[in-house]
């Protein structure tokens, strides 16, 4: 009788672990769908973009490694030999490139890198997938001073970084060359952040995506439009939503110009 009911317990003991399981295994599968799907989608787009664009940076460095140079920025022309291959006018050991207004801003090169998730035309695009979802790609285009001698388009010249050196790679001129900034907002100005905080002067590059309303507003915030103005000027922030300006999500990833110096050093491209 004794051993019965010691039995009895332990399959009672039993039956309330295997309930406790149950509960707990509920309450995960509640708690996920209480997350609506779109919103899942949309977080998987935004971490698969941004692991795109460190693939597009790291890529670029593997570039200049190899070639001495940055390559320049593809742009869509309509011609189908152009698309997705840096675009250069003249040889491209002059690391002349073919400009946008004045500025070296195109789209990521993804056949010259070859690249993978290229839309039909050969250009990189982000998660969202769109032919507006091409990522982009800005590269100072900057004249630097080896003693007395310019080297202009220095870090699209064949070999223009070594040439300048070290020193003057990370040194501003004495009248006060910037490279590319980021800014936290829009500073109301098209050479500088002007009112807005800085956080950095000193971008050789930026790569960007201009995320899911890319195929809808794509620029309507004041933010997103300096991305999409063509000028040495660019804002980074988190994702938001303001009624009177529609999203920010943007995406933007820049590299300095220290760390170029620190990646071709190590390499030997710079003594």
């Not at 039993?14 to 295994?25: A, D, K, N, Q």
């Not at 869509?76 to 500025?103: I, L, M």
């Not at 790679?169 to 006060?176: D, N, V």
Request: proline letters at 4%.
């Amino acid at each position: 009788m004794q051993l019965r009911n010691g039995r009895a317990a332990c399959m009672r003991g039993f039956t309330l672990i295997e309930l406790s399981v149950v509960v707990l295994v509920i309450t995960l599968l509640l708690g996920s769908l209480l997350i609506p799907l779109a919103t899942q989608v949309e977080q998987r787009n935004v971490s698969e973009t941004q692991k795109r664009l460190q693939e597009v940076k790291d890529a670029l460095i593997g570039f200049a490694i190899a070639n001495g140079r940055l390559p320049c920025p593809a742009i869509a022309t309509g011609a189908s030999t152009d698309s997705g291959v840096e675009s250069v006018a003249g040889a491209a050991a002059s690391g002349n490139c073919t400009t946008f207004a004045g500025t070296n801003d195109g789209y990521v090169p993804g056949i010259t890198l070859g690249l993978a998730n290229l839309d039909s035309q050969g250009f990189v695009v982000d998660a969202w997938g769109l032919q507006q979802n091409r990522i982009r790609y800005a590269i100072a285009d900057v004249t630097m001073n080896n003693g007395a001698t310019p080297v202009p388009h220095v870090f699209t010249a064949q070999n223009g970084m070594r040439a300048v050196g070290v020193q003057a790679l990370g040194s501003p001129s004495p009248t006060g060359l910037d490279l590319l900034f980021v800014c936290a907002s829009d500073g109301g100005s098209t050479t500088n952040c002007g009112t807005a905080p800085v956080l950095t002067k000193d971008a050789v590059f930026v790569v960007y995506s201009l995320g899911k309303n890319a195929a809808t507003t794509g620029g309507v915030n004041t933010d997103e439009a300096v991305n999409l103005a063509r000028h040495p000027v660019f804002v980074s922030k988190l994702r938001s939503s303001t009624q009177a300006q529609g999203d920010f999500d943007d995406i933007l990833l820049w590299t300095s110009r220290y760390h170029v110096i620190s990646q071709l050093t190590a390499t030997g491209q710079l003594p």
